[in-house]
């Protein structure tokens, strides 16, 4: 499968989406934040920079300042595939953010999304 195109995808293109996925069902920005932030290891100002930078997710992934080694404790299907067999390390991550917004949204405890 052929994903140069998901990475070459801006991270601000598809980031208003997350905030509106998950406010759609009562959980908030600051939420989002702070699941992406314990996937990422980014900051407040340096998530906020790679927004305003339009970076693509491939630059976003690998510019991040940790991965969290718990992200390995992400499980389950999102867009069809499980999460913990996607070979490809960038397409898992990418699909981490994604199942941790997911999981945001259907309203898991803040402390079960972050593997405490």
């Known amino acids: 499968m052929d994903n140069t195109r998901v990475f070459r995808m801006a991270f601000a293109s598809v980031y208003p989406h997350y905030i509106t996925k998950a406010e759609r069902k009562g959980r908030t920005?600051?939420?989002?934040?702070?699941?992406?932030?314990?996937?990422?290891?980014?900051?407040?100002?340096?998530?906020?920079?790679?927004?305003?930078?339009?970076?693509?997710?491939?630059?976003?992934?690998?510019?991040?300042?940790?991965?969290?080694?718990?992200?390995?404790?992400?499980?389950?299907?999102?867009?069809?595939?499980?999460?913990?067999?996607?070979?490809?390390?960038?397409?898992?991550?990418?699909?981490?953010m994604d199942k941790l917004v997911d999981e945001l949204a259907k309203g898991k405890a803040m402390d079960k999304i972050l593997r405490k």
């Open 29 to 96: 920005k600051e939420e989002v934040h702070a699941v992406i932030q314990w996937l990422t290891g980014y900051d407040e100002q340096t998530l906020q920079e790679q927004i305003d930078k339009r970076v693509d997710f491939e630059t976003f992934f690998a510019r991040a300042p940790r991965i969290n080694p718990n992200a390995s404790k992400i499980t389950g299907v999102i867009c069809g595939y499980r999460v913990e067999e996607i070979e490809d390390k960038l397409m898992q991550q990418i699909r981490y």
